[in-house]
């Protein structure tokens, strides 16, 4: 009885564990990718200004400057307002 309590508890507290660090999962791949942003891996998408990895294969260039989006919507409007002439907005 007492091993079955021990094993209940045990149980109890994986799911808690577990449950708990669901919430907390957004917030850690964020984190991640600013870090993988500081150490130069990912790039972010200046449209909307979500973290994409650098080798992505959406990407558009600007005179000497690579711009990497993460959709071809993202990518699509920043042509549309190179297009038109105006200085793309970036997200900072
Ligand atoms: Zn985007």
Known sequence: MLKFLIFFGAGYVL???LTGDKKKKTET???KHE???AAGEMV???????FVPK???????NGDQVHC???FECRDKYVEQL??????KSVK
């Open 15 to 17: 799911f808690k564990l």
């Open 69 to 71: 989006f993460c959709s």
């Open 83 to 88: 297009q038109n002439g105006e200085q793309p």
């Open 29 to 31: 791949v964020y984190k």
């Open 55 to 61: 080798d992505t294969d959406i990407r558009v260039k």
């Open 35 to 37: 870090t993988m942003a």
């Open 44 to 50: 972010k998408d200046p449209i909307c200004g979500t």
